[in-house]
């Protein structure tokens, strides 16, 4: 293969939200080279390729930043940082102006305001807000932008990073990338289990099918600590498109309601775990389907909702007319996604202090991968974007460069070897080959670790039974061949998400109770248990993921640094 080396100063692994913004960020700084590396290309790569109609993380008129993050914590019931949520709140005004400085259009009401949808939200005209963000970044003069090259793995020696490797999609290099700080801002984790629509049509799903894990992945591979992975999420979609509800049920003012029209959302919770959990108990019980109550909510109202899923999921869009029958005339059958590991949402992924520092040194994370801060959406991926930007500095002024150690470039070599040992002409088809391990990974997932099929209900022996078969999948990886660069983008795209299979597992076995359904529902412990009110956190260790429970960080408390 042949071999790129880049030199940088700070290395972002993915050109998504939070690594656009912190590469904004960055900017300031012009003593300082700057490497973003993203597999696809940054105009339309992440969780906002499709586009957003609402800002969803927003101080509102009258509320403060704590109003934010009690919420948050409320949502999480208790477990998550309130260091992490308060110094993002502080920061997601800020973080929504400099969209509208960079050339997002925010909804105006008639005193000129921005335009407010619930006590948390703002609308705006999203279509475009991915590649405004990919501008902010590309027009820094220090910053490098790398596209079509997949990260795989952290160059990591003595617990400190010096860079990562990964190989190009389309020119089947090898990448060598140095760094003195790396910044993670990959996605979560979407393909784990069985998708709502099989096949054809399985890219059909909340999250963004593109998002593996990667980040979560390296991290763990490099022995960084995690946290909360039990704490997964499920979103409550419409039906077949897997488009977002909130938009009906906040600018509707719409209610769930069963087969019968009976209100149902108000007996089991409005917490968001609790919104899919009555939807699934309500079809266990007989009286399904369950729908959002929008029928007769009116034209103009039905017109809003069409403009506002075309800025964001226009399948919902195309769907009502297609079926010549919008909202204002047919209720909206609703569901429950798969399960994806996303810190964006839950408090999923690194461990990391309110600096952003995960527990290796000189690598921070932001967005989606960064655990503890749920309910950040785009908002509060940009400010920990700017924080992780902001802490990466920082920790390069404090630490002069020095000599690489020796260590580093073996791992690279034999990272680089571990790819050539993929390619090479083969008798089977790897991409057919890679595609059945993965639909084994996805059904011993959905059924032995709480997937779709079994109402998102999971126990002891399931979950043995699960880490059983995934482990056994594992091995499999290194014997699957590619004969191009893209095929070689799926086995490790497989690999990825094996091993963010395994902590998943071992995360929801360590947790043994019920504190979120649908999201950790265990028919082993059906309450939860005071003893559990703590994070539970993991690191691989000699190949065995070690969980440990740490208390938890509450108001006023402010975790500045980890132990490393």
């Given at each position: 293969?042949?071999?790129i080396v ?6 972002i692994?993915?050109?998504g ?5 912190a ?7 012009e003593d ?5 590396v ?7 790569s ?17 509320r403060t930043?704590e109003?934010?993050a009690?919420y948050?914590m409320?949502d999480?019931?208790g477990?998550a940082r309130?260091?992490?949520l308060?110094?993002?709140?502080e ?9 509208e400085d960079?050339?997002?259009?925010f909804?105006k ?7 407010e ?9 999203g279509?475009?807000?991915k590649?405004l963000l990919?501008r902010?970044?590309r027009?820094q003069?220090n910053?490098?932008?790398v596209?079509?090259v997949?990260v795989?793995?952290?160059?990591v ?7 990562a490797?990964?190989?190009?999609v389309?020119?089947g290099a090898?990448?060598?990338?140095r760094a ?11 393909g ?21 894990g990667?980040?979560?992945a ?6 960084a ?6 704490m997964r999420?499920i ?5 077949d498109t897997i ?9 509707a ?7 019968a029209?009976e209100?149902y959302?108000?007996?089991?919770g ?8 009555g ?16 029928r007769?909510i009116g034209a103009?109202a ?5 403009r506002?899923?075309?800025n964001?999921a226009?399948?919902?869009t ?5 079926a ?10 609703i569901?429950?996604t ?17 600096h ?6 000189g690598?921070?994370?932001?967005g989606d991968?960064a655990?503890?801060?749920?309910q950040?959406y785009v908002?509060?991926?940009l ?10 500095a ?8 020095g ?12 990272i ?5 040992a993929?390619l090479?002409?083969t ?7 890679t595609?059945q ?16 099929s079994?109402?998102y ?9 699960a880490?059983?078969?995934i482990r056994?999948?594992?091995?499999l990886?290194?014997r ?6 893209f095929?070689l983008?799926a ?9 963010v299979c ?9 947790r ?15 309450e939860?248990?005071?003893e559990f ?7 691989l260790?000699d190949g065995?993921i070690?969980?440990?429970l740490?208390d938890?960080v509450?108001k006023g ?5 980890l132990?490393?």
């Amino acid at each position: 293969m042949e071999r790129i080396v880049i030199d940088t100063d700070v290395l972002i692994i993915g050109g998504g939200t939070a690594g656009c913004f912190a590469a904004r960020t960055l900017g300031a700084r012009e003593d300082l080279r700057v490497t973003v590396v993203d597999k696809a290309a940054i105009e339309r790569s992440g969780c906002l390729a499709a586009g957003v109609n609402a800002i969803n993380a927003y101080i509102t008129r009258g509320r403060t930043p704590e109003f934010y993050a009690d919420y948050a914590m409320d949502d999480a019931n208790g477990i998550a940082r309130y260091d992490l949520l308060i110094s993002m709140s502080e920061r997601l005004n800020r973080c929504a102006e400099a969209l509208e400085d960079e050339g997002l259009v925010f909804l105006k009401d008639a005193e000129g305001r921005y335009a407010e949808r619930g006590t948390r939200n703002v609308k705006i005209n999203g279509e475009n807000i991915k590649p405004l963000l990919a501008r902010a970044a590309r027009r820094q003069p220090n910053v490098r932008v790398v596209e079509r090259v997949n990260v795989t793995d952290l160059l990591v020696a003595g617990n400190r990073v010096y860079g990562a490797c990964g190989f190009g999609v389309e020119d089947g290099a090898a990448y060598v990338l140095r760094a003195r700080a790396v910044i993670v801002a990959t996605g979560g984790a979407a393909g784990l289990y069985r998708p709502n629509n099989p096949g054809f049509s399985r890219h059909k799903m909340w999250y963004a099918p593109f998002n593996t894990g990667a980040g979560y992945a390296m991290g763990i591979r490099a022995g960084a600590e995690m946290t909360s992975f039990e704490m997964r999420f499920i979103a409550l979609r419409c039906k077949d498109t897997i488009a977002p509800t909130g938009t009906i049920a906040q600018g509707a003012h719409a209610k769930q309601v069963n087969a019968a029209g009976e209100v149902y959302e108000t007996a089991y919770g409005l917490r968001t775990s609790e919104r899919v959990w009555g939807t699934v108990e309500e079809n266990r019980a007989g009286r399904g389907p369950c729908y959002l109550r929008t029928r007769g909510i009116g034209a103009a109202a039905e017109e809003d909702l069409y403009r506002a899923y075309l800025n964001m999921a226009p399948a919902q869009t195309l769907k009502w007319v297609e079926a010549g029958a919008g909202p204002d005339a047919r209720d909206v059958e609703i569901e429950g996604t798969e399960p994806y590991v996303v810190g964006g949402h839950t408090a999923s992924g690194y461990w990391v202090d309110v600096h952003r520092a995960t527990t290796v040194a000189g690598l921070f994370a932001a967005g989606d991968v960064a655990g503890g801060a749920p309910q950040k959406y785009v908002t509060g991926a940009l400010a920990e974007g700017e924080i992780a930007a902001e802490s990466a500095a920082a920790f390069l002024d404090a630490h002069p460069a020095g000599a690489v150690p020796a260590a580093v470039e073996d791992q690279a070599e034999a990272i680089v070897a571990g790819y050539a040992a993929h390619l090479g002409v083969t008798t089977s088809r790897a991409p057919v080959v890679t595609e059945q391990v993965e639909e084994a990974m996805q059904k011993v997932m959905d059924e032995y670790a709480g997937g779709i099929s079994t109402g998102y209900r999971y126990n002891a022996r399931q979950l043995e039974r699960a880490d059983e078969e995934i482990r056994s999948l594992a091995p499999l990886v290194d014997r699957l061949r590619a004969r191009t660069p893209f095929e070689l983008l799926a086995i490790y795209e497989l690999r990825e998400r094996l091993t963010v299979c395994r902590v998943l597992i071992a995360h929801m076995a360590a947790r043994k109770e019920t504190r979120w359904h649908a999201f950790a529902e265990r028919t082993d412990y059906p309450e939860a248990r005071p003893e559990f009110e703590a994070y539970v956190n993991s690191r691989l260790e000699d190949g065995d993921i070690r969980i440990v429970l740490r208390d938890l960080v509450g108001k006023g408390e402010c975790l500045e640094h980890l132990d490393r």
